[in-house]
C-alpha cells in the first residue's frame, strides 16, 4: 500500500472517521482538504440498492447540472452535410460525417461526447467495440442520437452529463472543479442525486441510496448521510 504524503495525511486529519456529513458541510469540507496545485475535479459515487444485472433495476439517465461541469467538453457530431452548419453554431468542436468515422475505425477518440442523427446510427454500429467501452456510443436515451443536433450540442456544452449504475451498484459521475463555489458544489450535488431518485425502479426493494461520496482527484472520500438527501 502506498504511503500518504504529508498534505495527503493533513487532508485526511480534517475528515472525521466513521462520521456522514450533510451534502452541505461535505461540499465546504471538500474545498478544505483539497490540496492539490491544479484544479481537481469533483466526484460523486452513489451505491444503489439494486441489481444492475436485472433489466428491470438498470439505472441510467441524463442530467444538466445547474453550474456545468468546468471542463470543457470536446463534441463531435457525426451529422449528414445539410447540419453541418447548424452543428457548428452550437459549438461543436468536431462536425463531419465519412472522414471522423474513418478516424475512429483507426483508433481516434478524442472526445468527451459524440452527437449524431437517427439516420447515421447504422454507420455507428459496426464501431461499438470502439466506442462503447468508452462510453462513446450515442444513445437516444440520453439525447445523443437526434435530429435536433443544435439544441444536443448546446445542452452537452451547458453541462448536461449522462450516467449509468456500473455491475457494482455504483453510479459515478464528474460533477465539478474544486475551485467551484461550495454553493455551485452543492447545487450540482444536488441535482443528480435528486435524478437518481426519481429514477428509482419499481422493482427495487429495500434501502435505494445506501451510500454517498464525494471526492475530488487527490482527496480521501467524504461519506454523506444518505437519509439527509
Same mark, same amino acid.
Given at each position: 500500500?502506498?504511503?500518504?504524503?504529508?498534505?495527503?495525511?493533513?487532508?485526511?486529519?480534517?475528515?472525521?472517521?466513521?462520521?456522514?456529513?450533510?451534502?452541505?458541510?461535505?461540499?465546504?469540507?471538500?474545498? *478544505?482538504?483539497?490540496?492539490?496545485?491544479?484544479?481537481?475535479? =469533483?466526484?460523486?459515487?452513489?451505491?444503489?440498492?439494486?441489481?444492475?444485472?436485472?433489466?428491470?433495476?438498470? =439505472?441510467?439517465?441524463?442530467?444538466? *447540472?445547474?453550474?456545468?461541469?468546468?471542463?470543457? =467538453?470536446?463534441?463531435?457530431? $457525426?451529422?449528414?452535410?445539410?447540419?453541418?452548419?447548424?452543428?457548428?453554431?452550437?459549438?461543436?468542436?468536431?462536425v463531419g460525417l465519412d472522414e471522423y468515422l474513418q478516424k475512429?475505425?483507426?483508433?481516434?477518440?478524442?472526445?468527451? =461526447?459524440?452527437?449524431?442523427?437517427?439516420?447515421?446510427?447504422?454507420?455507428?454500429?459496426? $464501431?461499438?467495440?470502439?466506442?462503447?467501452?468508452?462510453?462513446?456510443?450515442?444513445?437516444?436515451?440520453?439525447?445523443?442520437?437526434?435530429?435536433?443536433?443544435?439544441?444536443?450540442?448546446?445542452?452537452?456544452?451547458?453541462?448536461?452529463?449522462?450516467?449509468?449504475?456500473?455491475?457494482?451498484?455504483?453510479?459515478?459521475?464528474?460533477?465539478?472543479?474544486?475551485?467551484?463555489?461550495?454553493?455551485?458544489?452543492?447545487?450540482?450535488?444536488?441535482?443528480?442525486?435528486?435524478?437518481?431518485?426519481?429514477?428509482?425502479?419499481?422493482?427495487?426493494?429495500?434501502?435505494?441510496?445506501?451510500?454517498?461520496? *464525494?471526492?475530488?482527484?487527490?482527496?480521501?472520500?467524504?461519506?454523506?448521510?444518505?437519509?439527509?438527501?
Open positions: 500500500m502506498a504511503k500518504l504524503t504529508k498534505k495527503q495525511k493533513e487532508a485526511a486529519s480534517k475528515i472525521e472517521k466513521n462520521k456522514l456529513y450533510s451534502l452541505k458541510d461535505a461540499a465546504a469540507l471538500l474545498k *478544505l482538504v483539497a490540496s492539490a496545485k491544479f484544479d481537481e475535479s =469533483v466526484d460523486i459515487a452513489v451505491r444503489l440498492g439494486v441489481d444492475p444485472r436485472k433489466a428491470n433495476q438498470m =439505472v441510467r439517465g441524463v442530467v444538466t *447540472l445547474p453550474h456545468g461541469t468546468g471542463k470543457d =467538453v470536446k463534441v463531435l457530431a $457525426l451529422v449528414t452535410p445539410d447540419k453541418e452548419a447548424e452543428a457548428k453554431e452550437a459549438g461543436a468542436d468536431y475512429i475505425k483507426d483508433g481516434w477518440t478524442d472526445v468527451d =461526447v459524440i452527437i449524431t442523427m437517427p439516420s447515421v446510427m447504422g454507420k455507428l454500429g459496426p $464501431l461499438g467495440r470502439i466506442l462503447g467501452p468508452r462510453g462513446l456510443m450515442p444513445n437516444p436515451k440520453t439525447g445523443t442520437v437526434t435530429m435536433d443536433v443544435a439544441k444536443a450540442v448546446q445542452e452537452v456544452k451547458a453541462g448536461k452529463i449522462d450516467f449509468k449504475v456500473d455491475k457494482t451498484g455504483i453510479v459515478h459521475a464528474g460533477i465539478g472543479k474544486v475551485s467551484f463555489g461550495a454553493e455551485q458544489i452543492y447545487d450540482n450535488a444536488h441535482e443528480i442525486i435528486q435524478t437518481l431518485i426519481k429514477l428509482k425502479p419499481t422493482a427495487a426493494k429495500g434501502t435505494y441510496i445506501k451510500g454517498i461520496h *464525494l471526492t475530488s482527484t487527490m482527496s480521501p472520500a467524504i461519506a454523506l448521510d444518505p437519509k439527509a438527501v
